[in-house]
């Protein structure tokens, strides 16, 4: 499947890597400096000012942490992560060999993704292991899909998980996707477990509070109208799953405002942060 309809939609990446920064999420930094260090020797000033939204932080941290909690509780030992872009999940959850961790990411984003992890893994910042891999492809295809399930033993359950794809689709593309991550969990068994349910109200905050006139910049720069992408509310989305075939159940960011460190670094006071991240939820998807 041709990919460079989607190319521009990667500078996203550094949307989500740079609020990391202000987490505890391990290896933020560590990535962001690299992509920064990359761009310099390439001729620029660096990530652009556009991308760099810190007041993301607290949204991108707890559905990172809720994410990683409900992997935990799901116990799945294969994993498929879609538009990973510069997350460091797949390498860490790796480090445990009883973990198979397969990124599918668009091949511009591969590229760049594995020239960083290489530079880290040259300084000894990090370790990859042979459990963890990067496979090039597209979401939308399910032969690529298909394809980037081959690291995996076909008698274990697998999860599937992405955090920030959907939001750039549009419906007959999400409905793709969807069907295509149906039928590999009918094939292996498992869930899809993804925090990527935008909905209006979600965007109104960005829109008013984190990050006001941003959407609209980023939306230019990348060529996609995401705002016609998005969910008018939650139950549309549960239907919107529920008639593609999954059993559909849901959990919202809330649920770990305690673990969340960027709130604290960034100054910002316990209301606020339930404000911006009160409307983030988190689907867990079975195949019916």
Do not use: C
Request: charged share 25%; glycine share 6%; no cysteine.
């Amino acid at each position: 499947m041709k990919t460079a309809k989607y190319d521009k939609i990667s500078q996203t990446a550094w949307l989500t890597a740079y609020p990391r920064i202000f987490s505890d999420i391990p290896f933020s930094e560590e990535i962001f400096s690299e992509i920064e260090k990359t761009l310099k020797s390439q001729g620029s000033a660096g990530v652009s000012e556009t991308f760099k939204v810190s007041r993301l932080a607290p949204e991108l941290e707890a559905r990172y942490k809720l994410v990683n909690r409900l992997l935990d509780k799901n116990g799945s030992q294969q994993i498929l992560e879609l538009a990973a872009g510069y997350s460091p999940r797949g390498f860490i959850r790796s480090q445990d060999p009883s973990v198979e961790y397969v990124e599918l990411e668009l091949p511009l984003m591969i590229e760049k993704k594995r020239n960083i992890l290489e530079a880290l893994t040259l300084q000894s910042k990090i370790k990859i292991n042979n459990n963890f891999h990067l496979q090039a492809g597209n979401a939308i295809s399910s032969e690529d899909l298909a394809a980037s399930a081959r690291y995996f033993k076909k008698d274990q359950p697998i999860t599937v998980i992405n955090e920030g794809l959907l939001r750039y689709l549009n419906f007959s593309e999400k409905a793709e996707v969807a069907k295509n991550i149906h039928a590999l969990l009918k094939q292996y068994g498992g869930v899809w477990i993804t925090p990527d349910i935008t909905l209006r109200k979600l965007l109104e905050t960005q829109n008013s509070i984190t990050m006001p006139g941003k959407n609209k910049e980023i939306s230019e720069a990348i060529n996609n109208d995401f705002d016609q992408n998005k969910f008018e509310n939650e139950n549309q989305a549960k239907e919107f799953f529920e008639n593609l075939g999954f059993e559909v159940e849901i959990h919202h960011q809330a649920e770990v405002v305690g673990e969340l460190v960027s709130p604290k670094r960034l100054g910002i006071d316990s209301d606020e942060v339930l404000k911006l991240i009160g409307s983030g939820s988190v689907f867990v998807m079975k195949p019916v």
